[in-house]
């Protein structure tokens, strides 16, 4: 039994306070905390540590949980778990397809563990999955630890390319309908994700109408700085909504998302194309519905303020 601490922290160990550093394993819990959300941690009773190791980019952690069944852990950030991943991974991808009229070519950047290609392969309009990851052991630990959401990688429309996803950008302009950037937090390997540059060469990147995705920070434990893509990407794009979903593992229970597009004429706030219960069924969706898609947006007063949007 073991506790894998996400960040160092001040620990009483047989009656001794004593320093705790990143990726040592103490009593039988995962601990996640951070500075953006002081004097909290979130914890997860672990039975197995299925893989721990280190990349070129970063640490990789993969656990069997208690709760939350296996969970992907990234530099000591949780990034997924069997319990909710279909409501970060529906969200991200259905929430900007359902609202572009024929979605045909869709790039990810990131996605290493197949969750978003898995749920691409769902849309029949879809004919090209460009996916840029810039860690190639992520999408292999993936595939042997996470098969629910790497099976993502075995359709033919699915093109894998392995770098950096800001310099993979600028090889290519107007291409695609929709992109998807489902990066880690802002530091490591992902950091060049968040940047102005970045989403310019989104912006560039999307055909006429097209949308883009990224998630942000909630609005809960983040608050002063769950306005910040949002703020970068309004400064690019014409066209950008917040929103939100309740995703338990991640801190405070919910993660926002930033939907963009280059044109005015794209509505976000309601599907463009509304599926109906028995296709529901079909696609397998397990959080995203119509009605979810319109209450994303629908934003506590508090929010509202801190994203500067009453």
Not at 30 to 44: C, K, L
Not at 97 to 119: M, Q, S, T, Y
Request: charge should be negative.
């Amino acid at each position: 039994p073991c506790v894998y601490l996400a960040c160092a922290t001040a620990e009483s160990i047989d009656g001794m306070e004593r320093e705790v550093q990143p990726g040592q394993v103490v009593n039988g819990w995962f601990s996640e905390s951070d500075n953006i959300w002081p004097g909290q941690a979130m914890s997860y009773q672990v039975d197995e540590v299925l893989y721990q190791g280190k990349s070129k980019f970063q640490d990789i952690l993969v656990l069997k949980t208690k709760r939350c069944g296996t969970m992907l852990v990234l530099d000591g950030v949780v990034q997924c778990s069997d319990m909710d991943e279909c409501a970060y991974q529906e969200m991200m991808t259905h929430l900007p397809l359902f609202c572009h009229p024929n979605p045909k070519a869709v790039l990810v950047i990131g996605g290493g563990d197949g969750g978003i290609a898995r749920e691409l392969n769902k849309h029949s309009s879809v004919e090209k999955i460009v996916l840029c990851e810039i860690d190639e052991e992520v999408i292999r630990v993936s595939k042997e630890y996470l098969p629910s959401m790497a099976c993502g990688f075995q359709s033919a429309k699915v093109d894998v390319h392995i770098g950096d996803g800001c310099e993979f950008m600028k090889h290519h302009h107007s291409e695609f309908d929709v992109i998807i950037t489902d990066c880690s937090d802002a530091a490591g390997p992902g950091e060049t994700l968040v940047t102005k540059e970045y989403f310019n060469l989104v912006k560039k990147a999307l055909r006429p109408n097209g949308i883009h995705i990224t998630h942000d920070d909630g609005v809960w434990l983040e608050q002063c700085q769950c306005h910040y893509k949002y703020e970068v990407c309004k400064e690019v794009f014409l066209n950008t909504e917040y929103c939100y979903a309740s995703i338990p593992t991640y801190p405070s229970g919910e993660l926002g998302f930033v939907v963009c597009s280059t044109s005015l004429d794209v509505q976000f706030r309601k599907p463009l194309r509304e599926v109906s219960q028995e296709e529901i069924k079909a696609m397998g969706l397990k959080y995203y519905n119509p009605d979810i898609h319109r209450s994303s947006f629908i934003l506590p007063q508090f929010a509202k303020k801190v994203l500067g949007i009453l």
